[in-house]
Structures are given as C-alpha cells and as structure tokens.
C-alpha cells in the first residue's frame, strides 16, 4: 500500500491528476482483464487524455458566450419541413468554416433559427474552432462604448478574432448612423477572414430600411452574401406549438381577414 501511494504521488507530481485519480480502478481492472503492461499504461493515460479534453471543451464552450447549450438531436426538423436537413447535416461538418463561408438564417421568430445556430457552434467547439455568440444589439452598445472611450480597435479584435462568430437577433432594431457603421465594420474585417452564422428575421429587401441606408447596407451584404449558403425557415414558432396543438393559442390572422 506504501508504494500503490508512492506510485500515486509521483503521478500527481507529473500533472496526471485524473491518472491518479483513477489509478484504483485502472489496478482493478488489470487485476480481473490482465493486460501488457503497455495495454495498462494506455488505459491510465486514456483517463487522462479524455478528462483534459472533457475539461478544454468545457473551457472552450464558456468561452463562446452561448446563452445555452442546444444540439441538432434536440431539434424537430419534421416540425419545419422548409428546412433542407440534408444542409444543416452538411454544415455541421464545419467544411463551410473552413472555406470561410457564412450562413444565414432567415425567418419569423421562434422558428429555430437560434436552436440551429447554437447547435453549430456547439459542433464547432467539438472541432476545436474558436466560436463567439453576440446578439447584435449587444454588439453594437459593446463597440459603442469602446467607440466613445477611443479603444475601438481593440473591442474590434473580440468579434474578429474567432473562427466563428454567431450575431443573433438583427432586425429587431433600427440602426442610427454610428451603430450602422460599426456593424458594417465586424462584417468588413471579417470578410474571407472567418465565418459568420447570422440570423435575421428580416428579408434581405427590407435591410436598407433596417440600417437607414441603402448603400451601406448593400455593401453589407455583398460582404455577406459573397460566400454564404442561406437557410430560409417558413413556418411556426416552436415555443407556440404545445399551445396551438391543444387550441389554446391560433395564429394571429392578418389585417385583411
């Protein structure tokens, strides 16, 4: 027992906390499986190796700013037949990440655009890609600020940095002059220099309105659209479903009904 503790410690001194944490149970099922030596040495390493991962994931996905965690097994793709799931499957390879293409998800709210676009990210984090999740009203009051105290250069850095930027919510907002260019700014620095998941649930006609003027916002988009696929969702809301199966809750009917 004097030596198992010895062997234990020296283990620690080495930086292999979860080897010697696991050290017991690795002895355990040598004792019953009677592997080679190399066989248990891999068997105790492997503990390591997989809590290291476990805990980098786990620093990585805090880092991203998510507001919660969502993956594509958790999402009804039957409840929103507009979406081509074959896509969404191909994205989430991250080979679009690679090429430095963006994706845009359009549609009303409640549709699943922010579902899709975190369960992206979160695929992403599991490829060892930098992700960063921002709202746009947040983005913008962030920049503003850092506009005003003359450290815009260096705010910039956190939205052009990451591999992945998600910018959720734009369109919920009108856009004043400063805030329009500011945007206009992340989006230009990140032109085929990272990708950028964007959801929206204003058509792309409606952007001049949106950013109070036409010309910047086709510039915009021409950054944006230059490479980039386009997952346009029609159909209800999800939070709404459970209340519309029952009848407690119908669609709003429009102003000519």
Known sequence: MIELEQVRARIEDLGIHQGAAALDACLERATLEQPTYIGFLNDLLGQEITQR?????EVRTKLANLPYRKKFDEFDFSFQPSIDERLIR???TMSFATRTENILFLGPPGVGKSHLSVALAMEAITHGLSVYFVTLSHLIEDLRKAHEENRLDKQ??????PKLLLIDEVGYLPM???AANLFFQVISARYERGSIIMTSNKNFG?????????????AILDRLLHHA???NIRGNSYRLRE???SGAYGMPKSVDQ
């Open 206 to 218: 409606e952007w001049g309105e949106l950013i109070g003027d036409s010309i910047l916002a086709t």
């Open 90 to 92: 191909e994205l989430a």
């Open 243 to 245: 209340k519309m199966k």
């Open 176 to 178: 004043d002059r400063v």
């Open 156 to 161: 910039l850095r956190v939205y052009t940095r």
């Open 53 to 57: 991962q476990q805990r980098n994931l």
């Open 229 to 231: 696929h386009i997952v």
